[in-house]
């Protein structure tokens, strides 16, 4: 437990967009401050511009609404019944591309139904039934032990027997064992569990091993599990005395559940201890496919805690479930996957599977599972199967949605203000915004925001991730265009209305303001901004506040040199026009980088982009 673990991708996140906004703030204060050493400023002066670019660079809301974001997804999936442990579990589970399963409760309904017993060398049915039943401890209410015990066709059979020693059943073991003291006062021992363990308890060889492991091949053909049972004799030898066929039948939502994580592009794989013939017909039955692999095949070896062989995490990929998995080999699956670049989800229930669970992307405690396993998991389900971790997903698409939406939009304005302070700095050697304005700008901006959490959003049809290259590079284009933007503005007001420099500034603190939050109504979705989802009121209504304060404040003089109403108004419908030109940009690069990711970039991508036909309509002009 304590050596399993990954790296959160939120935290890889937030420490890729801080390097980012620190090394481009340092660049541009150094800039800055040389220009303003070469035409003689004052120390006090320069550090002044300095500390005021600084705040400026620093999105200090950002850990908060991210946060606040993932709450609100965090309720949203309990009411799912899936409780996070983890808030970055959130942001996890919208990303992952494969998810492993546990067959028995998970994938099937853990309701064990006793076949008819095969007996060995002159043994009964019911004496098999009977050992069984004895190497049992209906007080533990294990679901193979109640199924075996129900079995009896007389339950008082077992008031004859005193269990005075019992072993249960052990991961790496694989089976039970009881000591029993019959009326007459003799003791015997007894055993149930996998085949292969209990014939080589009862020495089985040649032949004989051969019939018995027959047996085991035909029941899993047919998607029956087997235990074997075994019964010391008078000498302490082990005997064995049959195997019982036991069948445990798939959820009934299981397969439609499998087919909608598909639609998700989510990989379902099973991992089960059982047989690989018995995987391989519940895979079947579940359209989870036929390349079920003995992961002991795989991991011939000892399992370490650090790194697979890459050959070893290739030939896991490929298969398509698991059979025959010990709990080391759990961890190892799960790290296999990482080192291939899949973010991994896991699910169990046992102490055993508590490394894995840590170790997983998205670790997922099952319903009824151990303090241990939900200690381990980022996710705790209340209920049973798999649809919960679907419906999961789902949500937690849309909580992904959010959060990126609002990482757009801070990286942008971010970069954008900074870039405008310094290019204002340059040409007219003043700041164009005051230090009360850089603080009034940042509560206004961020405070709102927060509701983004409230916002309605789409659910992606594939894995999300964050590519912090694309959220840079997309980020730092919009700012540019917001820097434009700002400029042709202050140039317009300096030149062509003579502004002086404080109602100047006010007036470009009412453009930042409104610029930030007509930038987040392009940036919360993929689409045009006047395409669904629209913005949910909660969130549209904080914004739209914060812009009538934002003009009281620019209005009347609140902190700021005042400017008119008729201005105030100018610039909203600068910003709206502007709308118009950032979300046709917008959409144009989120397309060219959409078709660069598959490959099917060409010089002329940008203009396709803007194509409502997709270029179609171009090829046909092309043609005639």
């Known amino acids: ?116 017993p095969v007996v060995w060398r002159g043994a009964k049915a019911d004496d098999v039934i009977l050992a069984a039943s004895l190497s049992s401890k209906k007080e533990d209410n294990d679901p193979i032990d109640m199924a075996v015990i129900k079995a009896l066709k007389d339950p008082s059979v077992l008031n004859a027997y005193r269990q005075i020693a019992y072993v249960p059943f052990d991961p790496v073991l694989k089976r039970t064992e009881a000591t029993i003291q019959d009326a007459t006062g003799t003791q015997f021992k007894v055993s149930k569990g996998m085949p292969p363990v209990i014939f080589k308890l009862a020495g089985l060889a040649g032949s004989d091993l051969a019939a018995a492991q027959k047996v085991v091949s035909e029941n899993a053909a047919n998607g029956y599990r087997t235990l074997a049972v075994a019964r010391s004799d008078e000498g302490g030898r082990w005997n064995l005395l049959g195997i019982l066929p036991m069948f445990d039948p798939p959820r009934e939502d299981s397969k439609e559940t499998i087919a909608r994580a598909a639609e998700y592009g989510v990989k379902v794989k099973m991992v089960t201890g059982d047989d690989v013939a018995i995987g391989k017909t519940i895979a079947k039955q579940l359209g989870l496919g036929s390349n079920i692999v003995a992961a002991s095949d795989i991991f011939t070896g000892d399992v370490g805690q650090t790194e697979v062989p890459m050959e070893l995490a290739r030939r896991v990929d490929v298969a398509e479930g698991y059979g025959r998995v010990f709990p080391e080999h759990k961890w190892a699956i799960v790290k296999s996957a990482q080192q291939l670049g899949h973010i991994v989800g896991m699910t169990g229930d046992g102490v055993n599977d508590s490394p894995a669970l840590k170790q997983a992307d998205v670790g997922v405690a099952v319903s009824g599972a151990t303090e241990a396993a939900r200690a381990a998991g980022g996710l705790i389900l209340t209920a049973p199967g798999l649809s919960v971790i679907i419906r999961g997903i789902e949500e937690a698409r849309k909580t992904f949605e959010r959060m990126m939406g609002y990482a757009y939009y801070r990286v942008a304005m971010t970069v954008s203000i900074m870039l405008f302070i310094v290019l204002i700095m ?85 453009q930042l303001v409104i610029a930030g939050h007509v930038l987040l109504f392009s940036t919360r979705a993929s689409g045009f901004f006047f395409q669904p989802p629209f913005p949910e009121w909660k969130f549209f209504t904080a914004i739209m506040g914060t812009q009538v304060l934002a003009a009281c404040i620019a209005a009347f003089g609140w902190l700021v040199t005042p400017i008119s109403w008729g201005l105030i108004g100018f610039i909203w419908l600068y910003n709206l026009a502007w709308l118009f030109v950032i979300d046709l940009l917008k959409v144009a690069i989120y397309r060219h980088f959409d078709k660069r990711e598959t490959g099917q970039v060409t010089w002329k991508t940008w203009f396709r982009a803007l194509d409502p036909h997709d270029g179609r309509l171009g090829k046909y002009r092309t043609e005639r």
């Open 426 to 510: 340059v040409i007219f050697a003043a700041p164009i915004l005051t230090p009360v304005m850089i603080i009034l700008l940042a509560l206004l901006d961020d405070v709102p925001v927060m509701l983004i959490a409230f916002d309605n959003a789409k659910i992606s049809p594939r894995p999300t991730k964050w590519d912090m290259r694309r959220v840079l590079m997309v980020s730092s284009l919009l700012a540019l265009i917001g820097v434009v933007q700002s400029v042709i503005l202050v140039r317009y007001l300096h030149h062509h209305e003579h502004f002086e420099l404080e109602p100047l500034q006010t007036a470009m603190f009412m």
């Open 1 to 116: 437990m304590q050596s399993a673990g990954s790296k959160s991708h939120f935290v890889q996140a937030n420490d890729a967009i801080g390097d980012f906004l620190i090394i481009l703030a340092v660049a541009l204060a150094v800039v800055m401050v040389a220009v303003q050493l070469h035409r003689g400023d004052d120390f006090l002066r320069i550090a002044e511009y300095a500390l005021l670019l600084l705040v400026a660079a620093i999105p200090v809301a950002m850990p908060a609404v991210l946060s606040m974001t993932m709450a609100m997804g965090a309720k949203a999936l309990a009411i799912e019944k899936a409780i996070v442990s983890r808030l970055e579990s959130i942001e996890e589970l919208a990303g992952i591309s494969i998810l492993f399963s546990d067959k028995t409760g998970t994938l099937t309904q853990n309701k064990l139904t006793l076949g008819e």
